[in-house]
């Protein structure tokens, strides 16, 4: 089994700038998550996608972020005109529906850093 | 809505002794908790999880929690520590009864592990 993958791991931008994260699930896991943590703190939850169905957002999710599973496999989250509050560690996790509890399993994230 | 607290951000230990990382939780319904570790510049994994049933949780690394009811509590401890156990840990809960599925996370307690 490969765990959860992110691409990239780092990217750095300038203020106003798009960017698009990538994060490929554990394979037979069909729930994915996004959260993202700032320095010093603990992940906040952003969104969450059972197939291809965005369920749940969060109010932290503003205009400018984007998420998306077409296929129900691989996610892409897109940040929009980036500020530089938007600098943290995003953070991709998936788990198995059906399972008790539903544990989460967490990619190493990519770490965002706006000029 | 539910709320964790770890009542420590920073833990120094010498090698070889006992820890205990302190987490409270807040929550008017029944929860699944989780203690996670995030090593530098990592993701984070699962070092254990509670759901119910025997109060004594064991999982990886040597690592145990207890959860106390009447304490809203999920304290993790490990007997014997080494310095590869240098890193940030986070308690985790999430509500199943709700149907939300994100996880609420408390602000974390970097372990450091002296020689």
């Not at chain 1, 960017?19 to 069909?30: A, G, K, Q, Y």
């Not at chain 2, 990592?42 to 254990?48: A, H, I, R």
């Not at chain 2, 007997?79 to 974390?108: K, M, N, Q, W």
Request: aromatic content about 12%; proline content about 5%.
């Amino acid at each position: 089994d490969t765990g959860v993958s992110q691409d990239p791991r780092h990217k750095i931008t300038k203020r106003g700038q798009n960017v698009t994260f990538r994060c490929d699930p554990i394979s037979e896991h069909n729930r994915l998550y996004w959260y993202r943590q700032t320095l010093g703190q603990g992940p906040e939850f952003l969104t969450y996608f059972q197939n291809e169905a965005q369920l749940e957002k969060s109010r932290l999710l503003s205009d400018r972020f984007s998420a998306e599973r077409p296929k129900g496999s691989f996610s892409t989250l897109e940040i929009q005109r980036t500020e530089q509050g938007d600098s943290a560690m995003y953070l991709c996790a998936s788990s198995l529906d059906g399972t008790r509890p539903d544990t989460q399993y967490f990619g190493p994230g990519t770490r965002l850093t706006v000029l | 809505a539910q709320s964790v607290t770890q009542l420590d951000s920073q833990v120094p230990v010498f090698e070889e002794a006992p820890v205990e990382l302190r987490c409270n939780y807040s929550s008017s319904v029944s929860v699944y908790l989780f203690w996670y570790v995030q090593y530098p510049n990592q993701g984070l994994q699962l070092l254990l999880k509670y759901l119910s049933g025997s109060t004594l949780v064991k999982g990886i690394n040597g690592f145990e929690a207890e959860f106390n009811k009447s304490q809203t509590s999920f304290h993790l401890r490990k007997p014997s520590v080494h310095i590869s156990d240098t890193a940030e840990y986070f308690c985790a809960v999430s509500v199943p009864r709700t149907g939300r599925r994100a996880l609420t996370f408390g602000s974390g307690t970097r372990l450091q592990v002296q020689p």
